[in-house]
Nanobody, 113 residues
Framework: QVQLVESGGDLVQPGGSLTLSCAASGFTFSLYAMSWFRQAPGKGDEWVSTIDSDLKTRYGQAVKGRFTTSRDNAKNILYLQMDSLKPEDTAVYYC???????RGRGTQVTVSS
């Protein structure tokens, strides 16, 4: 059974940094691309980033240059390092794998002074 559990969300001031984690289980983590998405209040899902099995990364325009995604295949953990946070980054962040529809429940990130 595929499980994805996000953690690390918090309240942070504008300009601050935060690192999110996504612990994966139930599949061979190293073989699949992994993605981060977010959903802001009253809005639809927005793609944030993807990291392939060969560690190539891609980012949405809104976060490019500020966010960095990485993975630890030995620990089955996906990361999202978020720097220079803005109020518009406020959202529930969740991870997805590319092998099926399962997504995590998400972790809340609030950027506010």
């Amino acid at each position: 059974q595929v499980q994805l559990v996000e953690s690390g969300g918090d309240l942070v001031q504008p300009g601050g940094s935060l690192t999110l984690s996504c612990a994966a289980s139930g599949f061979t983590f190293s073989l699949y691309a992994m993605s981060w998405f977010r959903q802001a209040p009253g809005k639809g899902d927005e793609w944030v980033s993807t990291i392939d099995s060969d560690l190539k990364t891609r980012y949405g325009q809104a976060v490019k240059g500020r966010f960095t995604t990485s993975r630890d295949n030995a620990k089955n953990i996906l990361y999202l390092q978020m720097d220079s946070l803005k109020p518009e980054d406020t959202a529930v962040y969740y991870c997805k794998w590319t092998g099926g529809p399962t997504r995590g429940r998400g972790t809340q990130v609030t950027v506010s002074s």
